[in-house]
Structures are given as structure tokens and as C-alpha cells.
């Protein structure tokens, strides 16, 4: 099975794409490769096709994406071509134990399978650069509202 996530490791991140329902009768998303959707990445790749000017249309195979665990939430942040995958485990109320005293207590992001900062009510691991603090940035603004 070819998944979008593995088209998305050959082609260049700033070329226009469509996503369509497996009928080809609905189009999902339609913009730069680097900003598709995390529930897509993992999606089956039924047929795809290129037009002339470049565009690639994907005919994809959803699947319902279960949570690794309960509490626990995962995703995908683009930021400068680069892909950061991400695991948070947030709660209603702020904590103690939280990034600074906020809802997430426990948080790992990868690069490239590597881990760039883990937080598991306490700093494992800090950012390790500028644009993995840019991604902790973005994921705070989404999961610690």
C-alpha cells in the first residue's frame, strides 16, 4: 500500500496538490504539499495523476485515525520545508506539571526520526534549535488555549 506520506518524501514541498475522496468526486484539499492535512499523511494513495502544469491530483483511501492512547493526540507541524511529528498528551485544566503550568504535561517531537524535545512534566530534552521551538510554539497555540 503506498500512503501519501511516502509521495510526500519524492516530491517538492511547494508543488500545488489535490486531494480527492476515493471516488474522485470531492476534493478534500487543494494548496502546497507542505501545508496537507495530518489526517491525510497516513491515507491509502488510490491513483494520482500530474496535468500539465505540474499539479498533482491524489484519488486517496481515508481511514479513521484511532489515538495512540486516551488523552494522548499525535500530528504533523510543516515549518521551512522541514516535518516535525508530534505526540501531546494535554488535559482541560492547566497543571503543575504542565509546560509552564499550562495543559500539556507530556510532549515528544521528532525530525527526520529523531527527537528534537521531549517534555514529560518536566524538560527531558529542550528544543534544540529555533525551528523546533517555532514548532513547540505552534503546537502550545493549539493544544494549551
Known sequence: MMTLRKFCDLIDMDAEIVLKDAKGERILFGTGAKNIPDKSEDCEVLDFEMNDRG???FRLRYREKKPTAPG???GTVAIKGGRYRFWVKAYEEPSQYGIDGG???KLMIKRGGKIVANYDRGWDLEPVDFSTEAALA?????YDK
Do not use: A, G
Open 55 to 57: 499539479r498533482l491530483t
Open 72 to 74: 494522548w493526540q499525535e
Open 103 to 105: 495543559r500539556i504535561s
Open 138 to 142: 505552534i503546537i502550545r497555540y493549539e
